[in-house]
């Protein structure tokens, strides 16, 4: 059983700039979330995806847009990036269940200059 | 998902059982009680979950108050390894697999001495 992959592992762009984050879930799940973690907090949930459509969004801006493939990979694009998108980026993979245990990757660190 | 209320940080010495507390007061009927954990540069990893009665499996154990206001997280033989943060999440049984995505707080951060 392949995990949840994300790529690239680190990234830095500069203010302004446009940024593709991308998630390979894991076999068998048909649902992706993505997550944005700032230094010392939480995950914040940003959206998640269900067979290819959004399905429900966090307090996070359209700049902030998401892609979820037939084969269940995913993109998490973000426009316009300001200083403060400067985090780390989780997507999580699970199968949409009562329970929704999310299996989460290893996560792509993003640096806005 | 409802509130939940954790330590910011614990402190155990390795090979020696650790109880994580999670209080969650305003738990509602139909809240599962899940727990994850991150550890350093990773992300967070599913440990537990658990409804009225308790539960084990390979890593932990999942403790339910009886009235299900709070519950622990007990970690029989700490290691190293289990150093990490460690979060309580209340996840609605209608919602579950639905659109709102887990609600993660601060967390515990616990440190594991040798």
């Known amino acids: 059983e392949t995990g949840v992959t994300q790529s690239p592992t680190h990234l830095i762009k500069t203010r302004g700039q446009q940024v593709t984050l991308r998630c390979s879930s894991q076999?068998?799940?048909?649902?992706v979330s993505w997550y944005q973690q700032a230094l010392g907090q939480g995950p914040q949930f940003i959206f998640q995806?269900?067979?290819?459509?959004?399905?429900g969004r966090g307090n996070f801006p359209p700049r902030f847009s998401g892609l979820q493939f037939p084969n269940y990979s995913s993109e998490l694009n973000v426009n316009a990036l300001e200083l403060d998108d400067s985090a780390l980026y989780l997507c999580?993979?699970?199968?949409?269940?009562?329970?929704?245990?999310?299996?989460f990757g290893p996560g792509t660190r993003l640096t806005v200059l | 998902d409802a509130k939940t209320t954790q330590p910011n940080s614990m402190e155990s010495n390795e090979e020696e059982p650790v109880h994580l507390p999670c209080n969650h007061s305003t738990i509602s009927g139909t809240d599962y009680i899940h727990w994850y954990r991150q550890l350093p540069s990773q992300g967070p990893e599913y440990v537990i979950h658990?409804?009225?009665s308790n539960v084990n499996n390979r890593m932990a154990s999942l403790a339910i108050a009886e009235d299900r206001k709070s519950s622990t997280l007990i970690l029989h033989r700490a290691t190293l390894r289990d150093a990490a943060v460690y979060y309580c999440?209340?996840?609605?049984?209608?919602?579950?697999?639905?659109?709102?995505?887990?609600?993660f707080g601060k967390g515990t951060h616990l440190i594991i001495q040798p």
């Open positions: 999440i209340l996840r609605d049984l209608w919602t579950g697999g639905g659109a709102d995505g887990l609600t």
């Open positions: 999580a993979s699970s199968f949409r269940d009562y329970t929704d245990t999310q299996y």
């Open positions: 995806y269900y067979r290819e459509e959004e399905n």
């Open positions: 076999s068998g799940h048909n649902t």
């Open positions: 658990g409804l009225t």
